[in-house]
């Protein structure tokens, strides 16, 4: 069964930054896509960033293109998520997410965390 967990959410102010970490766990391929997708009140579940598994760049949203970077960790199947230039719309929980495809991260085929918490307020 895979396992994902999120840490490293908090409070910031706007214009600060924040890294997320995800680590994954259980029986997933090497090739697996990973990705977030956060939530917040009032809005529909937002896929942000995606890496499909295979060589090239991750995928990002234009919401967060430029500010948000997705990185490999050094320990296998770990994952950080830089958020810089946090603005008040960035607040929400953030989830980090495996499936077979990036067109599936945040479907029912998916596997994700708790949700790391980010809120950016002045």
């Known amino acids: 069964e895979v396992q994902v967990v999120e840490s490293g959410g908090g409070s910031v102010q706007p214009g600060g930054s924040l890294t997320l970490s995800c680590v994954v766990t259980?029986?997933?391929?090497?090739?697996?896509?990973i990705g977030w997708f956060r939530e917040a009140p009032g809005k529909q579940r937002e896929r942000i960033v995606c890496?499909?598994?295979?060589?090239?760049?991750?995928w990002y949203a234009g919401s967060v293109l430029g500010r948000f970077t997705m990185s490999r960790g050094s320990a296998k199947n770990t994952v950080h998520l830089q958020m810089i230039n946090l603005e008040t719309e960035d607040t929400a929980k953030y989830y980090c997410?495996?499936?077979?495809?990036?067109?599936?991260?945040?479907?029912?085929?998916?596997?994700w965390g708790q949700g790391a918490q980010v809120i950016v307020s002045s």
């Open positions: 259980g029986s997933t391929s090497d090739e697996y896509a």
């Open positions: 997410t495996v499936a077979s495809g990036c067109h599936l991260i945040t479907t029912g085929l998916a596997s």
């Open positions: 890496d499909g598994g295979m060589e090239g760049h991750p």
